[in-house]
């Protein structure tokens, strides 16, 4: 059955942890017609694994397979055929209308529906909470650690929010979050040891003109710490525009370094599930001419992918 989907043109929104973990599991399996789709100032923290490093350096290769990117959506069959993944940060609308994909798998985990259809494609695949299964795609894929981890889910059904997976102890105080909108600065790097209470790094808080006329110093800085001691396993590039709320970083209280340049466990077992989405679902392919999403954007900024 899977060779069937080896043709297959398959549009990953969302470069990031999982979203990599989809697309290198995807070509490993034969299925190499992958074109991920970034915004221009990626915000994954877990960088040694994601391709969305590819639009810092041009390309990023995650456990043996590599992402370039490209600027032209035109050159994207050439890179397929010369045996790597594509990526680029063209606005969704654009690349949907320039190359319609027969599989859309949804990765940027925003936990909730931007807008997202059925008619994205022919077969629309959501990993996590945020879409039903029927209106907004036509699979949808556990994303939390536990027995379920990987299920697809059927016609009808949706996932729930749920906090960070329990480790030691700790769940939510793992993740460290930006408090306001800046430019997160660190001299810090994935794989540093830091002790609870030490600063990660800083945000340069952004001013508006107004701001500015009422004396606001311009340099204003917001320190960054760490809320619990441990191993930093994903930490958001240096020199990043980020909004209040948006994910830094996370530390593992383990201490573990052995596995930061691997796709995690979980990662691959989404992975799995996406695979088998796309198996449920080889009916659908070309049963009908994919529909461009009106509007969607990856740009910097956009509401629909923050």
């Known amino acids: 059955m899977i ?16 979203g990599s973990a989809v697309a290198a599991h995807l070509a490993r399996q034969g299925i190499s017609r992958v074109l991920l789709v970034e915004r221009p100032f990626p915000t ?43 990526l680029t940060t063209q606005p969704l609308g654009e690349v949907l209308a320039t190359w319609p994909p027969d599989v859309y798998v ?22 996590g909470p ?12 556990e994303t939390v650690r536990g027995p379920q981890l990987g299920r697809v889910l059927s016609d009808g059904q949706s996932l729930e929010p749920a906090p960070p997976a329990e480790i030691l102890g700790f769940t ?26 030490e600063k990660v790094g ?22 960054v710490v760490a809320r619990i001691g441990g191993v930093i396993r994903g930490l958001l590039r240096d020199g990043i525009p980020v909004a209040a709320g948006d994910r830094l970083g996370d530390v593992d209280p383990r201490g573990l370094t052995d596995d930061l340049a691997h796709i995690s466990d979980k990662a691959q077992r989404v992975a799995e599930g996406v695979l088998e989405a796309m198996v449920l679902n080889t009916h659908l392919l070309r049963a009908r001419q994919p529909v461009p999403v009106r509007g969607a954007s990856l740009r910097s900024g956009s509401p629909t992918f923050r």
């Open 172 to 197: 939510a105080e793992r993740v460290i979050k930006a408090q306001r909108t800046g430019i997160f600065r660190t001299n810090h790097e994935i794989g540093d040891r830091i002790e609870q209470g």
């Open 44 to 86: 994954a923290v877990r960088r040694n694994v994601c391709f969305s490093e590819a639009v810092f350096e041009r390309a990023k290769t995650v456990d043996g397979v590599t992402a370039r990117f490209v600027m032209m959506l035109s050159d994207i069959d050439r890179l397929h055929q010369l045996g790597d993944l594509a």
């Open 3 to 18: 060779e069937l989907l080896h043709d297959a043109r398959v549009l990953v929104r969302g470069a990031g942890e999982l």
């Open 130 to 141: 945020g879409y039903q299964v029927g209106a907004a795609c036509h699979a949808v894929v």
């Open 202 to 223: 800083v945000l340069v808080l952004l001013f508006v003109r107004e701001d500015l006329y009422r004396g606001v110093p311009v340099d204003s800085e917001y320190p």
């Open 106 to 127: 949804e990765a940027t985990m925003l936990r909730a529906n931007w807008g997202l259809t059925v008619d994205a494609a022919p077969v629309v695949i959501a990993l």
